[in-house]
């Protein structure tokens, strides 16, 4: 029995379709899935090796229709070999639409024996066929794939030919859509792999796993915090620095359900405020109100408004409302407030006084937290780290004082949003570390702290580095992540140094 049956079990309802639950108590940081992908494709438009995965122009030479790069002399031999004996075979039409490229595969894998198991993991899959039906983007996946491959020629070449229509042809881009991981490709850039026993844990924005990938593409799943036996395992789909209407939004597009989770259902987002605004009201009367997203008691006719209608139903469902004096935003005022810092978000980029400007300017509007803040401090601090980083610009004491609170500000966020074991918040807290070592032993130069001061100063920095790497330890060594942690335990060890020799000298 692998370790995932012994640990697992796949269930199913008529929510969430088939999903996964602890079929034993998991330890925090517990691996409890190791999975090679059945596919490993490139991004929508791009055209990668199909040996090497490293993007490319060329093609294999034998059979034509896949890409193989300079440096790699062949790929799949019983993919190459049936491909290159197809008679008739319109290969322009392949060759000029790269995101043919993971249907083919699907077809590939239905056709070798050797991979029935996988044709089989394959077809369990979710593709959201009915949802999808119609829709724009079947369309479009209509008009640059499912056609170009069916007018190719290539289906009397396959066995049974006859029944793989375009209703199959949409299953697979469904499946592939809906299913497919976002990872690392050799060369720096993105890849889609498909896991299907991974694809099968249910979402949450507040989720109770963490997937990691080596150089190999295997993917690891591992548990954040302790799971008790029963609990669903939940991973999360979708980006945790977003408000909830975004990540909502986004989950709806793309996976085809409205997310319910405790975020998503609490107004305050589990207290953090990533979506709330401030009271102006409040504001005149010197108070402190945070205006927040709350459901209005249906009306018989939003209700009908609701079954008649596609557009304009969630405004109606919706009110802004200050939880201190019940003063109101309209959504279409929030909309708008959302799209000028969004807008002029874009035209700061890269700029850091645009962006403390910016920054100055939306506290006034937003919650400090606000997810669109979030950002433009994320965006901040990484000029910061490059300043700190860049020794001939000599940076003075408030940078390093400013990148601090930064990171504070964030990591004050994440901790709320991400309980228990997580990457982000190792990064963060490693940064804020790293910073503080350094504006420490400033003041220390400058004569504000005492040696005694300095060296407890320092201890503390210590505590924050084991920290960050007690959260990185469960990542792959060969990953940018486990070679952070070969970093930080490197300045651990210079840290516990510089602290010897303060205190005996």
């Not at 405004?315 to 409302?321: A, E, I, M, V």
């Amino acid at each position: 029995m692998d370790m995932f049956a012994k640990k697992c079990k796949i269930e199913s309802n008529d929510e969430l379709g088939r999903y996964v639950t602890a079929a034993v108590d998991i330890k925090a940081g517990e691996t409890f899935l190791l999975e090679q992908p059945i596919l490993l494709l490139a991004l929508s438009g791009e055209r990668r090796c199909s040996n090497c995965l490293k993007l490319t122009t060329q093609f294999c030479s034998t059979c034509r229709v896949f890409a193989l790069c300079d440096n790699c002399a062949s790929h799949n031999e019983y993919d190459c070999r049936l491909l290159a004996d197809m008679k008739d075979l319109r290969i322009e039409l392949l060759n000029e639409n790269p995101n043919t490229y993971g249907l083919l595969k699907c077809l590939l894998l239905r056709e070798d024996p050797e991979n029935a198991s996988y044709y089989e993991q394959l077809l369990q899959m979710e593709s959201h066929l009915e949802e999808r039906r119609g829709s724009e983007i079947w369309q479009e996946l209509q008009k640059n794939i499912v056609q170009p491959v069916l007018q190719a020629g290539l289906t009397k070449h396959l066995k049974d030919g006859q029944s793989v229509d375009e209703m199959l042809l949409q299953k697979f881009l469904g499946i592939i859509d809906v299913n497919c991981f976002e990872i690392r490709a050799p060369d720096e850039g993105q890849l889609r792999g498909l896991y299907p026993r991974t694809a099968l844990m249910a979402h949450s924005c507040v989720a109770n796993v963490q997937i990691s990938n080596d150089e190999n593409y295997l993917m690891k799943v591992f548990t954040t915090r302790d799971v008790t036996q029963g609990e669903l395992l939940y991973n999360c789909y979708t980006n945790v620095l977003l408000g909830t209407d975004e990540r909502r939004h986004l989950l709806k597009e793309g996976k085809y359900f409205d997310c319910k989770c405790e975020r998503c259902e609490d107004p305050t987002e589990l207290g953090s405020h990533m979506s709330s605004f401030m009271c102006a009201r409040c504001a005149e009367n010197k108070r402190t109100g945070f205006i927040v997203k709350i459901k209005k008691d249906p009306t018989p006719e939003a209700i009908q408004l609701q079954k008649s209608t596609k557009s304009g139903t969630a405004k109606q469902l919706w009110t802004w409302k200050c939880q201190e004096c019940e003063h109101t935003l309209t959504p279409d005022t929030v909309q708008q407030l959302i799209e000028r810092a969004k807008e002029e978000m874009f035209h700061a980029k890269e700029d850091i006084t645009r962006y403390e400007l910016l920054l100055s300017k939306l506290t006034r509007f937003f919650h400090p937290n606000h997810y669109l803040l979030l950002d433009i401090k994320q965006n901040i601090a990484a000029i910061l780290r490059s300043i700190l980083q860049n020794f001939a610009l000599q940076p003075g004491r408030r940078v390093y004082e400013r990148k601090v609170r930064l990171c504070q500000d964030i990591f004050s966020v994440l901790q709320i949003i991400l309980p228990g074991i997580s990457r982000l918040k190792a990064i963060v807290l490693y940064e804020m570390a790293n910073t503080l070592a350094e504006l420490h032993r400033m003041r220390y130069d400058q004569k504000e702290l005492q040696k005694t001061e300095l060296v407890e100063h320092l201890k503390r920095v210590e505590m924050m580095l084991r920290e960050s790497v007690r959260m990185l330890l469960y990542e792959p060594p060969e990953t940018p992540e486990g070679q952070m942690t070969k970093s930080i335990l490197k300045e651990i060890k210079d840290l516990q140094n510089d602290v010897k020799y303060l205190e005996e000298n």
